[in-house]
Each structure stands twice: as structure tokens, then as C-alpha cells.
């Protein structure tokens, strides 16, 4: 069951630039997280953000999270070529004790 | 450093033989899980485990089983491989199922070929 649905499907930008990825998602959440994953490997957590919080920053990363809209966005300021991943976003549903249900992912490239 | 090991990158099975896909754990998590990923649908749970011999379905366990004998340890199993199954196979595991502090580590990934 998906319920994470990430925005855009793909971004492509140049270095440098501020990357924006959105997440929406259908329930109410006790977390909302994000993760990257280089080609072909696993899933890097990157950031967790409460559902009582609303902005969480670590180094170039700044996440958002709207529990009214049920949305979140993640931001990459000054991008490299290294953040040339697809970034995902999972939310822990707050129905009881079952797992995260991740999204389909955004595929960012960043040109040099 | 925290680990999730996979006991391959890439594999080559074919149709019909049973298959088993091996993951262990170094952080003493009682949460672990096997999903699937294939383009354009994302990261799919096919099932997890909470604790030593227990198992719950995710949303795509049909032709796969599970094992998890030991806390460090979770197989999947392909009991007859098919070319459907032709796809990336990732492991996680987690301290908590749900509520703060639940982020999962992963795996690097098998990538698994049914011919």
C-alpha cells in the first residue's frame, strides 16, 4: 500500500542550483522520513521529521512538513554532482504498529 | 559502523529452482524486512519480521516465504523461481516498527535474474 507519493517523478538541475522534492501522502503519520539511494544501491536514511514539527534542517538539507496538508518537501541547497541520487520519502502511518510505506522516489541529477 | 550485508550483489537463477537470499544484521535490531523494487513502482514490502520466528505479510508475499531463525539474521526464500521475480531485492532492519526512531538500514541491494 503506497501512500507516499513524491513530486516530481524526475529533476534535473544544474550545480549549484536549490533542489525542491514534495511528498504527499492520504493518512495521518506519527514521522515522516526521507532517504536517498545512489544507482543500484541501498537506502541512505537522510532525515526524520515529527508530525509535531514542521521544519528540520541537516547541513544542506532543509525538510518541511504540513500535517494539514499532508505534505513535506525536502530541499537541497547548493547542489553537487553528488547528490545525483533518487530521494524517498516514507511515512510511518499512525494506525498502529505496522512498518513505513515508502513512495515511488524522485531521480534528481545535478550537471556539473 | 552499523551494517545490513546481503549475501549477494548479483544473481542468476533459473526458472523453477528455489532460491534463497540471505540477510544479517550487526545492530541487534528486532525489526527486519525484505522489500522489492522494480522501476517506476517503487520500493514494495514483500515481508517483515518483528522478533526471532515470527513473520507478517507485506503487500506482495505471494511466491516468496520467509525465515528468521536466528535475531541477525532474515532469508527470503523463491520456493520456484519465475521470470516475474526478475527484479532488485533489498534488506532493512529497524530497532522500532513504528514511532520515533524507526528509520530503517538497508542493504545493498541483490539484484536477481530469473532466465
Known amino acids: 500500500s503506497q501512500q507516499g507519493e513524491e513530486d516530481p517523478q524526475a529533476l534535473s538541475i544544474q550545480e549549484g542550483e536549490n533542489a525542491t522534492m514534495n511528498c504527499s501522502y492520504k493518512?495521518?503519520?506519527?514521522?515522516l522520513q526521507w532517504y536517498r539511494q545512489n544507482s543500484g544501491r541501498g537506502l541512505v536514511h537522510l532525515i526524520l521529521?515529527?508530525?509535531?514539527?514542521r521544519e528540520k534542517h541537516s547541513g544542506r538539507l532543509r525538510v518541511t512538513l504540513d500535517t494539514s496538508k499532508k505534505s513535506s518537501s525536502l530541499l537541497i541547497t547548493a547542489s553537487r554532482a553528488a547528490d545525483t541520487a533518487s530521494y524517498f520519502c516514507?511515512?510511518?502511518?499512525?494506525?498502529?504498529?505496522?512498518?513505513?510505506?515508502f513512495g515511488k522516489g524522485t531521480r534528481l541529477s545535478v550537471i556539473a | 559502523d552499523v551494517k545490513v550485508t546481503q549475501s549477494s550483489r548479483y544473481l542468476v537463477k533459473r526458472t523453477g529452482e528455489k532460491v534463497f537470499l540471505e540477510c544479517v544484521q550487526d545492530?541487534?535490531?528486532?525489526?527486519m524486512f525484505w522489500y522489492r523494487q522494480d522501476p517506476g513502482l517503487g520500493l514494495r514490502l514483500i515481508y517483515f519480521?518483528?522478533?526471532?520466528?515470527?513473520?507478517e505479510k507485506g503487500d506482495i508475499p505471494e511466491g516468496y516465504s520467509v525465515s528468521r531463525e536466528k535475531k541477525e539474521r532474515f532469508s527470503l526464500i523463491l520456493e520456484s523461481a519465475s521470470t516475474n521475480q526478475t527484479s532488485m531485492y533489498l534488506c532493512?532492519?529497524?530497532?522500532?516498527?513504528?514511532?520515533?526512531?524507526?528509520?530503517?538500514?538497508f542493504g545493498p541491494g541483490t539484484r536477481l535474474t530469473v532466465l
Open positions: 532493512a532492519s529497524s530497532a522500532l516498527l513504528a514511532g520515533d526512531n524507526n528509520e530503517q538500514f
Open positions: 545492530m541487534d535490531h528486532e525489526n
Open positions: 516514507a511515512t510511518d502511518p499512525h494506525s498502529g504498529n505496522t512498518p513505513l510505506v
Open positions: 519480521s518483528y522478533d526471532v520466528k515470527m513473520k
Open positions: 521529521i515529527r508530525s509535531n514539527e
Open positions: 493518512t495521518s503519520i506519527n514521522n
